[in-house]
């Protein structure tokens, strides 16, 4: 078993190393910006559907380089259901598809784009595509924790689930350039269930996560929290009915343009989409949190 997950993963990390030589790619013959999709209004859809998003494969967590040229998702296949790390990149103004590599972590990239997040691991750019996978290090590495998807903003700030304590998210910052040991989110984050796959503003402004407690709307809504003048973060916010329904919503993801926000759905019967909507109701969110206080 451990040969077998060795083998596993040099081979994960040799494609990864290689993907834009050995990866191949599919013209989608789409132009223009967001996969050459009319941009949503108030109401969120799902995002480049029979292209992105299949009625018949399961896709999850979304994320753009700052040009907005290249895209990141999961996949997984619902034949063999197995996971894979998907990309989109336009070339020309033309998007091109292609399979990355088996799923290590979600995907998800830094604010400058010039790092792949993969749970405790990640890869950076190099001039040939992306280096092999690497550690986050001891801090990360922590056997009993079990990290899905970590965000980071533009400061360093990371913030991390860990489904193997309790559904906890933690955060870990960088003071006087020394990355700090990553601890608990106040209790009115880490309340109630399935806190998972939270994201960071590239700002520090705000961080949006998963979970199921009381008062929602049925399955795992998103949820987002205000950081406070002073530092601290704010009561937890359930983003309503622009985003929530009876079905589970999970993985949000604000565009780098700050135009648009994404995040998955999965219903009853297991389809699950990426899906957008135009992202003014989180400025609304803001302002009704201020001046009710």
């Not at 990309?87 to 091109?96: F, H, L, M, V």
């Not at 088996?102 to 950076?124: F, Q």
Request: with cysteine; proline share 6%.
């Amino acid at each position: 078993m451990i040969k077998t997950m060795y083998c596993f993963l040099i081979a994960t990390n040799s494609i990864f190393a290689t993907s834009s030589i050995m990866a191949k790619e599919l013209d989608t013959r789409i132009y223009g910006p967001y996969l050459g999709q009319t941009p949503p209004g108030q109401t969120a859809k799902i995002f480049a559907p029979r292209i992105l998003s299949t009625s018949k494969d399961r896709e999850y967590t979304i994320s753009f380089t700052p040009d907005l040229k290249e895209l990141y998702f999961t996949r997984m296949d619902a034949d063999t259901n197995k996971w894979w790390t998907m990309t989109y990149k336009q070339k020309n103004n033309r998007w091109y598809g292609s399979t990355l590599a088996p799923r290590v972590g979600r995907p998800t990239l830094s604010p400058d784009g010039n790092t792949l997040h993969l749970g405790n691991k990640y890869i950076s750019r190099t001039d040939s595509g992306w280096s092999q996978i690497r550690s986050l290090g001891p801090m990360f590495d922590n056997k009993d924790w079990g990290i899905m998807r970590l965000s980071s903003s533009s400061s360093g700030t990371y913030i991390l689930d860990d489904y193997k304590n309790g559904d906890l998210l933690r955060i870990s910052e960088v003071k006087n350039g020394v990355r700090q040991a990553p601890k608990p989110l106040p209790a009115q984050i880490n309340t109630g269930k399935w806190n998972a796959h939270p994201f960071i503003a590239p700002d520090d402004s705000y961080i949006i996560w998963d979970g199921e407690r009381d008062g929602g709307y049925g399955d795992t809504d998103l949820y987002i929290s205000f950081r406070e003048p002073d530092g601290s973060w704010g009561k937890a916010l359930n983003l309503g009915p622009t985003v929530n329904t009876d079905a589970g919503e999970a993985g949000g993801y604000m565009s780098p343009d700050g135009k648009y926000f994404f995040f998955n759905r999965t219903t009853s019967a297991g389809n699950g989409d990426i899906y957008w909507v135009d992202s003014n109701f989180i400025k609304v969110l803001k302002t009704q949190r201020y001046t009710k206080r």
